[in-house]
């Protein structure tokens, strides 16, 4: 499975184009800007100043004015102001300078993508976090109601505000807010097809699911995210109404099988006839003959339909059936 068409919820949305920010000293008519390169664009719009600043400090300046075919999606001044306050910041320079640079590529997307090209699903950024020296950092763009990137601010994402600047070596989409690196959590909030994954990890009888799988103790984590299909056709098989009617030790087992720790296994490293050990306790085997797929410790089959979602601390697989433990 390529992780470049990775999976992509319900039907494919245009981006509708957003107005441009109005304080930015860019032409309406979006097109390149007399031949200037993206980082040119960014030294000479007043509201990208920290932004240019933050390339320079990284020595990204070079990359962003250089030959390619970038999409870089812009924090405003404001959204950067709004960052290092929260981060106990006084200034861009305070920033350590690795942690910069994979922060300003997390925001860069290789190839031009203008408005009319975006769709839902995810992305490949050019960032990476501390998981995979190899895999980069994935993006989910929404594009429902306008254009929200990994979940929207709230969940340490962002809103495009302004679309289609159009540079020499790429385009520009401004955005409200400087995109962290997304957790593996970020990206289970971020995707609404995993909103009863979400739910289920923060029921209340339930351990801190979030903060477990947010931090780097028995990070990187590999989860097998089962869909709203899949939790939905559970129910059905189990013969419960909702999720609340799950027994308490029940769900909480069920949802660390599906996670694995201290690896982030991507689906190159994955064997046929692998045995998968889990934060349950158990094991599970994947199965490459005829697709890749898990069978659980009952004998269920669960086919894997997404691969690859990188996030910071691990990895995020879509299946579409919830596995089970021993019972």
Known sequence: MNSKTLFRPLA???LAVAPMVT???IDDNNTAQNGNSIADLAASTPELSTLSTA?????????????????????????????LQQNEYTSIEQVPVAALKELLLNHVVSGTMASSSLQTGY???????????????????????????????ANGGATVTGADVMASNGVVHVVNSVIGLPTVVNHAIANPDFSILVQALTREDQPDFVGILSGSQNAPFTV?????????????????????????????????????????????SLTDNMSVPTFEGGSFTVNLEG?????????????????????????VHAINKVILPAM
Do not use: W
């Open 12 to 14: 494919i949305l245009l």
């Open 224 to 268: 097998f995210a089962p869909t709203n299909n899949a939790f939905s056709s559970l129910l059905q098989e189990l013969g419960l109404s909702g999720l609340a009617d799950v027994p308490q030790a029940t769900l909480e087992n069920t949802l660390k099988y599906h996670v694995v720790t201290v690896q982030n296994v991507l689906a190159a």
């Open 55 to 83: 390339l320079n400090r990284a020595g990204l300046t070079g990359t962003l004015d250089g030959e390619g075919s970038f999409t870089v999606f812009a924090p405003t001044n404001q959204a950067f102001e709004n960052y």
């Open 291 to 315: 697709g890749a797929s898990i069978t659980d410790a009952n004998g269920r089959v669960a086919s894997i339909v997404a691969t690859d979602v990188q996030a910071s601390n691990g990895v």
């Open 123 to 153: 992305v490949k950024t050019m960032g990476k976090g501390s998981a995979s020296s190899t895999n980069t950092l994935s993006m989910f763009i929404n594009t429902s109601n306008g254009v929200v990137l990994n979940g929207g601010t």
């Open 23 to 25: 304080s930015c000293s």
